[in-house]
């Protein structure tokens, strides 16, 4: 900060901040700052103003404009203005009476901005002060010119500089489920039975997916009720083939047999429990049993983690076996693979990272680290048991003296049971922001299983799962 007057003012970033009165300030006092502007700045400020004019937002359409690139927002510089002459000088007890901005260039980013606000006149009566602006860039040319009318501060303050919260700016979900759905096209879309879509959420769900280009609906169940809730959406179904189904029992039944036949490649849970769509797709004779044990995988993407993250199992298998467990985790590791996620990293989760023969988890995610080490998994690196932070954290991990390809670095977390899976990725959804999809793996299909609560995005995510998933069982059967 480029500081002329009389006094130091507060620079940024130290400790307290002081103001200057009307008494102590002199015609010709003149402050600075400097900032250098950033992408985060734009977003910043267009999610605090609302203001999402395309040149500021869009670098495509910017790219076509005027200035062939994203400007700042022009009161991105009048609200530096406003800061020297709040925070700086004059100050705290600082009131605004005019502003007056003359914009002769745009701001791009990277470029460096220094305001400085320098005291032209004083007014004894009204205590009011009237300051030149002037913002400049890194080459020493004007931005923003103007004045600006203050009432003065008369009493001194001094007070210990704000300390403010972090921020930290997500891409919405849809946006974070975005890579999953590029990496799915340019794939042939697969027929998909949807089972009983009678709600909104999902018939809209499996309609986005397939404008998406990424499944061929096929609707089952009630027909005048399917029509009822498309009319609802406004949406045309003249493309998805539809079949009636008196109730959800017989809309799960059909949706199997359809799926057994080979006229679907994938199952969708609409609006029905789904215990009964499971159920028809366990029973005997329903020609989608395979020799694993079918299991629930879910993908979450995790602000604060630097890649994807598979958890299982949280929906399906309540307190596995070891038995279990062994194709619970190869279960997960093939569907890593249908992801493109080369040798999986997998952590078999406990509380502690040590086997206890009084601790299940441990001994059991032992006993499948050998398994895996014996060939009876295959396809990704297994290790446990690991604590949550040591599978997660390679700070936690080192600080634990825990030496593993996996600690740190996990791909798949393989949680004891059920309550304890559905715990943490609710806890990863509702407190962590993570953007989650799911998918039922194990059958000879995929199977999308939703969850009311589910926006569209996560859906038409988790539809792109199946995609990959269907396309890459028929390259390797």
């Known amino acids: 900060m480029n500081q002329t007057a009389t006094r130091p003012a507060a620079e940024p970033g130290r400790e307290f901040i002081e103001n200057r009165t009307f008494d102590e300030i002199r015609v010709g006092d003149s ?34 404009s005027l200035f062939h690139e994203v400007i700042a927002h022009g009161m991105w510089g009048g609200a530096l203005i406003s800061t020297v002459l709040g925070t700086i000088y004059p100050g705290p007890g600082t009131v605004y009476i005019d502003q007056t901005l003359h914009f002769s260039r745009p701001v791009t980013i990277g470029d460096t901005i220094t305001v400085t606000v320098t005291v032209k006149e004083k007014f004894e009566r009204t205590k009011h002060v009237v300051f030149d602006c002037v913002c400049t860039n890194q080459e020493g040319r004007v931005v923003i010119r103007g004045t600006a009318e203050v009432l003065a501060p008369t009493e001194k303050v001094r007070r210990r500089r704000a300390r403010l919260p972090e921020v930290r700016l997500l891409d919405p979900a849809a946006a974070r489920y975005q890579h999953l759905i590029d990496h799915a096209k340019g794939r042939p879309a697969i027929a998909m039975a949807v089972v009983h879509p009678c709600d909104r959420e999902s018939l809209g769900g499996a309609l986005s997916a397939a404008e998406a280009g990424l499944i061929r609906p096929v609707l089952v169940g009630p027909r005048k009720k399917i029509e009822a809730v498309a009319a609802e959406l406004g949406a045309d179904l003249g493309a998805c083939e539809l079949i009636d189904a008196e109730h959800s029992h017989e809309a799960a039944a059909k949706a199997v047999e359809l799926a057994r036949t080979g006229r679907v490649e994938a199952l969708m849970k609409g609006s029905l429990h ?29 602000p604060s983690y630097p890649k994807p993250l598979l958890i299982t199992d949280a929906a399906v298998n309540i ?82 003296g825990i030496a593993s390809p996996v600690a740190g670095q996990a791909d798949i977390l393989v949680v004891p049971d059920l309550e304890s899976g559905n715990i943490v990725a609710k806890q990863l959804e509702y407190l962590a922001d993570a953007a989650s999809a799911g998918i039922v793996v194990g059958a000879r299909v995929p199977i999308v299983l939703t969850s009311r609560a589910d926006p569209a995005a996560a859906r038409v995510a988790s539809c792109a799962i199946a995609l990959l998933v269907a396309r890459n069982r028929r390259a390797r059967p």
Do not use: W
């Open 31 to 64: 402050a600075s700052l400097q900032r250098t502007l950033d992408l985060k700045d734009i977003q910043l400020f267009a999610i605090m103003s609302g203001d999402v004019n395309p040149a500021h937002v869009d670098p495509e359409y910017a790219a076509s």
């Open 319 to 400: 307190e596995p076996t070891l038995e279990d467990k062994a194709d619970i985790v190869q279960n997960a590791i093939d569907l890593a693979l249908a992801l493109s996620i080369n040798e999986p990293k997998v952590a078999i989760l406990a509380a502690v990272e040590t086997v206890n023969p009084r601790m299940r988890a441990t001994v059991e995610a032992a006993a499948l680290c050998k398994m895996a080490e014996r060939g009876q998994i295959r396809g990704g690196l297994v290790d446990g048991p690991l604590a949550l932070d040591n599978a997660v954290s390679i700070v936690a991990a080192k600080t634990k």
């Open 274 to 302: 789904t215990d009964e769509l499971m159920a028809e797709v366990v029973a005997a004779g329903s020609g989608l049993r395979t020799g694993r044990r079918i299991s629930h995988v879910f993908y979450m993407d995790v």
